[in-house]
């Protein structure tokens, strides 16, 4: 994903939400100035190339299908999702979150050796000079929605779920599964049933581009309205 090809879409987002830019270009440049001259993860040391990836998003449906995750080449969690599929046995290869719920998950995967995509964004600049001064900072990946500068990159996508999606796109997935998506979870707020419609819309111009069928937005695409990429 080049910027100048997700701007269109990214400028759609904040007219949508009401987001500032300015307030997106102010989180990346402080999770950069936070970084500094620290070296930060390579995501083409994930081996993606061809591989079978899991998007594993945070749904209610999310443990009845952890075998999917399981039987995947690599798994992406988004945020609570790498919690729930380690408590199903299931190992996790990478953690997409902008620190919103289970920051201190970030901190322990990278311990560990297990790489973070970090997301920066208008409103949580607070979280990142808290948690990410604690990460072991050679397994983070710093992002941003906003133009990439470095260290920042920008994959494309808007919520983790779709986040982990383009980048496991970006880097060259053969396949995509997604087990724990749900975009009529009843139990989410009205702000996040309206990220799920972008995540939804989003992961359809996706699969349009990769030339791939996700199964997640079967019975859906009729209803999805395009992203305008003008």
Same mark, same amino acid.
């Given at each position: ?9 990214? %400028? ?17 440049? *402080? ?7 620290? =070296?930060?993860?390579?995501? #083409?040391? /994930? ?21 999917? !995750?399981?039987?995947?080449?690599? &798994?992406?969690?988004? =945020?609570? !999702?790498?919690? *729930?599929?380690?408590?199903?046995? &299931? ?13 201190? #998950? ?10 973070? &995509? ?10 990142? %000079? ?6 072991? @900072?050679?397994?983070?990946?710093? @992002? #941003?929605?906003?133009?990439? !500068? ?24 053969? =396949? /995509? &599964? ?8 009843? =139990? ?12 939804? *819309? /989003? /992961?359809?111009?996706? %699969?349009?581009?990769?030339? %791939? ?15 305008? @990429?003008?």
């Amino acid at each position: 994903m080049e910027f100048h090809t997700w701007e269109p879409v990214y %400028e759609d987002i904040l007219d949508d939400f009401g987001y500032p830019r300015d307030g997106d270009e102010r989180a990346r440049d *402080r999770f950069g100035d936070l970084l500094g001259d620290d =070296s930060t993860y390579d995501p #083409t040391s /994930l081996g993606l190339d061809g591989a079978t990836v899991a998007i594993a998003g945070a749904g209610p449906s999310l443990e009845a299908e952890a075998d999917r !995750a399981a039987d995947a080449d690599v &798994v992406f969690a988004a =945020s609570t !999702a790498a919690d *729930r599929l380690q408590t199903e046995g &299931v190992a996790v290869d990478c953690m997409v979150t902008d620190l919103d719920k289970n920051a201190d #998950t970030g901190r322990e995967l990278t311990a560990a050796g297990t790489p973070v &995509v970090a997301h920066a964004h208008g409103d949580n600049i607070p979280k990142l %000079e808290t948690h990410i001064p604690t990460y072991d @900072t050679e397994f983070v990946v710093p @992002t #941003t929605q906003a133009a990439p !500068a470095p260290p920042a990159h920008n994959y494309g996508g808007f919520t983790d779920g779709d986040r982990a999606a383009f980048l496991a796109d970006h880097f060259g997935a053969g =396949s /995509l &599964v997604f087990p724990g998506w749900d975009f009529e979870d009843p =139990s989410v707020t009205a702000e996040k049933r309206r990220k799920l419609r972008w995540a939804e *819309r /989003l /992961l359809r111009w996706l %699969e349009q581009r990769r030339g %791939e069928r996700f199964d997640v937005l079967d019975g859906r695409r009729d209803d999805i309205e395009p992203v305008d @990429t003008d």
